[in-house]
């Protein structure tokens, strides 16, 4: 199988959909639509491939087969809330963004990475919304929470590797983090202040230290649990 090696984008894919099932009203449609969502990924995983031209008859192959489990498995929460379909809508100009940046071959852009974070979020939506039927503060609530987590987790993960010299995203990423905490407290959600605290501290304590990829991805993907914890128990 052709298989995506980033894993920040599995936490992506999984926990604003998680949130949804969790926070709002968990069905068996959100089986199907799970499946439906993580091969429409893989799929899209591929199409960015065939963009920059790197796909062989192999990826092509493996293109269609996720495309069809995912519209197969798509079709019966769609049959039971057609409107889910606005969702998918929605994804399409951020969608674009990536295809454009895949084209020139700098998927590693910020703005990139941002469209991306938006469309995995907006995916979390939809799985609220295949649960209550409607999208709600909560849900937008939730939508907000995830995309400034992932954010968060794209400046530390640059400021580590690839942007590691660079004293602009230094600042640009310790200046988030802490205004996310404070942004938390100010609004009255203190306690959602404690779901983002570890990743002001890792952003700050870890910069300029010798940490491998392989150290850095294990480390994100604690806090990243941690953070998924925080606001399913709490909230």
């Not at 400034?148 to 590797?161: A, D, Q």
């Not at 942007?163 to 407290?185: D, G, I, M, Q, T």
């Amino acid at each position: 199988m052709v298989i995506p090696k980033q894993h920040g984008a599995w936490a992506m894919l999984i926990i604003p959909f998680l949130f949804g099932i969790d926070i709002g009203q968990a069905t068996w449609l959100h089986f199907l639509l799970f499946v439906a969502w993580f091969f429409l990924y893989l799929a899209t995983y591929v199409w960015t491939l065939m963009i920059k031209k790197q796909a062989t008859v192999r990826h092509q192959k493996w293109f269609a087969t996720y495309m069809l489990i995912a519209l197969i498995f798509v079709a019966f929460p769609l049959a039971y809330k057609p409107s889910l379909i606005y969702f998918g809508l929605a994804m399409i100009p951020f969608f674009i963004v990536n295809m454009y940046f895949a084209k020139k071959k700098k998927e590693r852009a910020f703005v990139n990475d941002v469209a991306a974070i938006i469309n995995f979020s907006i995916g979390g939506l939809g799985s609220y919304y295949i649960g209550t039927g409607h999208i709600d503060e909560k849900a937008l609530f939730l939508f907000i929470a995830s995309v400034l987590f992932f954010i968060g987790s794209t400046f530390y993960v640059k400021t580590m590797i690839r942007e590691k010299n660079n004293p602009r995203y230094k600042w640009a990423s310790w200046l988030f983090h802490l205004f996310v905490v404070v942004a938390c407290v100010a609004t009255g959600n203190g306690w959602l202040a404690f779901a983002y605290v570890p990743s002001a501290v890792r952003a700050i304590y870890f910069y300029g230290k010798a940490l491998s990829i392989k150290k850095v991805g294990i480390y994100e993907i604690v806090n990243a649990v941690y953070f998924a914890l925080v606001v399913m128990i709490v909230y």
